[in-house]
Structures are given as structure tokens and as C-alpha cells.
């Protein structure tokens, strides 16, 4: 099992940007998918989680509104758009599948004027 994400980067407050996650060794289409977080000295927290075939979504309040998960599953991708980012939302991302307890190597988003 292999997940890589990417996307990440060095962007304005209001900016936006779209992580991806890259999965690989395993049937991507039939697993949930989520995105997580850790801010420096914080622990690591859900940001949200998208349904196997795409139907059901869920999110953090902190991000509700802002942020859109979404899955090609022919690409075997997972996808975070970030709009209205805030610096608070600043941290490693991280790919998850929960019933593998696979983890990327995550993708750092600095959100700084």
C-alpha cells in the first residue's frame, strides 16, 4: 500500500490550492478516504473523509464550507481543494486509509502573508 500526496506549498491568506493523493497496492475504489492534518505541537486531526464511491462526504467544522474533498477512482486519486485558506489551516496534510491504516508521507501548506 502506498499513498503520495502532493500539491502542496506556500500560499496568501483567501489564497487556495488542491492537494492530491496518489494511491497504489490496493483496490482503491472500495476503501473510504480520508485527509488529516498536524500543525506544529498539535495533534494530528481529521479533515475530512470521502465515502468509497464518492457519495457520501464529511468534514471538520473548521474547514465546512471552505474546503471539498473529492476521488477519481480511475485515477485512483484523492482530492482536498482549500479555498479561503487561513493561516491557521497551516500543517502537514496526510492521505489516510482508514481501513489499512495507510499513511503518506504528507505535503506541507503554509498559509502566510
Known amino acids: 500500500v502506498q499513498l503520495v500526496e502532493s500539491g502542496g506549498g506556500l500560499v496568501e491568506p483567501g489564497g487556495s490550492l488542491r492537494l492530491s493523493c496518489s494511491a497504489s497496492?490496493?483496490?482503491?475504489?472500495?476503501?473510504?478516504m480520508r485527509w488529516y492534518r498536524q500543525a506544529p505541537g498539535k495533534e494530528r486531526e481529521l479533515v475530512a473523509g470521502?465515502?468509497?464511491?464518492?457519495?457520501?462526504?464529511n468534514y471538520a467544522d473548521s474547514v465546512k464550507g471552505r474546503f471539498t474533498i473529492s476521488r477519481d477512482n480511475a485515477k485512483k486519486t484523492v482530492y482536498l481543494q482549500m479555498n479561503s485558506l487561513k493561516p491557521e489551516d497551516t500543517a502537514v496534510y496526510y492521505c489516510?486509509?482508514?481501513?489499512?491504516?495507510?499513511w503518506g508521507q504528507g505535503t506541507q501548506v503554509t498559509v502566510s502573508s
Open positions: 489516510n486509509t482508514p481501513a489499512l491504516g495507510s
Open positions: 470521502i465515502s468509497y464511491a464518492g457519495g457520501i462526504t
Open positions: 497496492g490496493f483496490t482503491f475504489s472500495t476503501y473510504t
